[in-house]
């Protein structure tokens, strides 16, 4: 992808500079005498004074360069407190300007800001809030900005225990981590599996809101959609997690779209198939009406879970799967109804297989001792077949459409099946 490319060339140009002048600074303080202090801060004040100039009008709009000037010193050079101003102003001017958010990932404030996100005390717990919060607006539309929190070591300061963590503060690590999953799509190398057991400890805590969950939910679905990235799911236990949050409702869209992506894959789909809750709980999802996205990829999952495999195909059929899918070929979304007319055709295809050359009613071969019968008579018993067949049809048929209508428009449903073909039908 040419966004990609730019992003990590950028990124790469960025550290080359950044390690070149550390090195200049290195060699800088071979030569200062041992009372004279490093002039970091002075350096800070004319590289802002550079780019104040470079931007032109845009930094004499307001005091904003110089509120900047002042937070970055003390965010390196200041005491605790002065730090948690630094941060808080720092935050304020991040959420400004995307060419702001650059330029102070370029005076070098997120490794100290990652540094203040490490820290189980309550004393600290305001200074790490502030500190994840600023480096969620930082992270905000730039990925070599993402790309160098994760290279100041922010995936190791993660807490262990999410319990102690209050929902505010759940909520803003869920946030700063869904930004930085975004870098899974790039060329960018990021240890996926130092996130996915911190995500998955707030999904499986009973303290976390629907909308922490949520969050949570779009990292995972931004790591699974690279296929490298399966092994680490499921050695976490991602599957039985998604699949529980599956059927609420309120998450469940973001959990089957997760779960598509996996289930595309090799130890995914083995996973899948040895899990308790598979088929009920995607045929539970299939008959919500108010939710169509959901039946799509419910339908979407069984379909990858019984292509090519009979023993899943008769395990779905034992759990009663052909009658939900008749109901969401009638009466769900155009996407929907493709599927289950196909995994119906599929069934209906092993079924006969099934039956074979010899099975079922033998018409050509009688008994010895009994008289042939008449093609009269076997006309007349292929009519009868054809009339049982299409009573039971009308019936699961009308059974359907009353849940869904309230029982209306019986007449014309009847006509409809009465005037169509038995061979169409999969059962």
């Known amino acids: 992808?040419?966004?990609?490319?730019?992003?990590?060339?950028?990124?790469?140009?960025?550290?080359?500079?950044?390690?070149?002048?550390?090195?200049?600074?290195?060699?800088?303080?071979?030569?200062?005498?041992?009372?004279?202090?490093?002039?970091?801060?002075?350096?800070?004040?004319?590289?802002?004074?550079?780019?104040?100039?470079?931007?032109?009008?845009?930094?004499?709009?307001?005091?904003?360069?110089?509120?900047?000037?002042?937070?970055?010193?003390?965010?390196?050079?200041?005491?605790?407190?002065?730090?948690?101003?630094?941060?808080?102003?720092?935050?304020?001017?991040?959420?400004?300007?995307?060419?702001?958010?650059?330029?102070?990932?370029?005076?070098?404030?997120?490794?100290?800001?990652?540094?203040?996100?490490?820290?189980?005390?309550?004393?600290?717990?305001?200074?790490?809030?502030?500190?994840?919060?600023?480096?969620?607006?930082?992270?905000?539309?730039?990925?070599?900005?993402?790309?160098?929190?994760?290279?100041?070591?922010?995936?190791?300061?993660l807490p262990q225990k999410t319990d102690n963590l209050d929902g505010n503060t759940r909520q803003e690590f869920a946030e700063l981590i869904l930004s930085i999953s975004l870098l899974a799509n790039t060329q960018f190398n990021m240890d996926s599996s130092r996130i996915i057991?911190?995500?998955?400890?707030?999904?499986?805590?009973?303290?976390?809101?629907?909308?922490?969950?949520?969050?949570?939910?779009?990292?995972?679905?931004?790591?699974?959609?690279?296929?490298?990235?399966?092994?680490?799911?499921?050695?976490?236990?991602?599957?039985?997690?998604?699949?529980?949050?599956?059927?609420?409702?309120?998450?469940?869209?973001?959990?089957?779209?997760?779960?598509?992506?996996?289930?595309?894959?090799?130890?995914?789909?083995?996973?899948?198939?040895?899990?308790?809750?598979?088929?009920?709980?995607?045929?539970?999802?299939?008959?919500?009406?108010?939710?169509?996205k959901c039946q799509e990829l419910s339908v979407y999952i069984l379909m990858i879970l019984a292509h090519q495999s009979s023993i899943q195909r008769e395990k779905m059929s034992k759990a009663g799967i052909v009658p939900v899918l008749l109901e969401l070929a009638l009466l769900g979304s155009s996407l929907a109804q493709k599927r289950a007319l196909k995994l119906l055709q599929w069934f209906k295809d092993e079924r006969q297989s099934k039956m074979g050359p010899h099975s079922g009613p033998q018409v050509g071969r009688m008994p010895i001792d009994s008289s042939p019968m008449s093609p009269r008579a076997i006309d007349e018993s292929k009519k009868l077949m054809k009339k049982i067949v299409k009573q039971s049809l009308y019936k699961n048929m009308e059974t359907i459409t009353s849940r869904a209508n309230g029982g209306s428009d019986s007449s014309r449903l009847k006509s409809l099946v009465v005037s169509s073909s038995s061979k169409s039908l999969p059962y």
């Open 1 to 157: 992808m040419p966004t990609s490319s730019n992003f990590y060339l950028t990124y790469i140009k960025l550290r080359f500079f950044t390690k070149v002048k550390r090195f200049l600074q290195i060699k800088a303080k071979s030569f200062q005498p041992s009372d004279h202090q490093p002039r970091n801060d002075s350096e800070i004040l004319i590289v802002i004074e550079e780019k104040k100039g470079i931007m032109g009008k845009e930094g004499d709009k307001d005091n904003g360069w110089m509120i900047l000037q002042k937070s970055v010193k003390k965010l390196h050079f200041g005491s605790w407190n002065e730090k948690e101003v630094a941060v808080e102003e720092i935050k304020k001017l991040a959420k400004e300007d995307l060419k702001r958010r650059k330029f102070m990932a370029e005076l070098g404030v997120i490794p100290p800001l990652v540094a203040m996100v490490a820290g189980p005390d309550q004393a600290v717990l305001r200074r790490q809030r502030l500190a994840v919060q600023a480096l969620t607006e930082l992270a905000n539309g730039s990925f070599t900005n993402k790309a160098l929190i994760v290279e100041a070591g922010i995936l190791s300061k």
């Open 197 to 292: 057991p911190f995500v998955v400890s707030i999904l499986d805590s009973s303290n976390s809101s629907v909308e922490t969950k949520c969050t949570c939910l779009g990292t995972l679905y931004n790591i699974s959609s690279v296929l490298e990235n399966s092994a680490s799911l499921e050695t976490n236990g991602t599957m039985t997690t998604l699949l529980r949050l599956s059927s609420l409702k309120e998450v469940s869209e973001k959990a089957l779209a997760t779960l598509g992506n996996l289930v595309v894959t090799l130890m995914g789909k083995k996973a899948m198939e040895e899990s308790p809750m598979v088929p009920e709980s995607l045929m539970e999802i299939m008959t919500w009406e108010e939710k169509p």
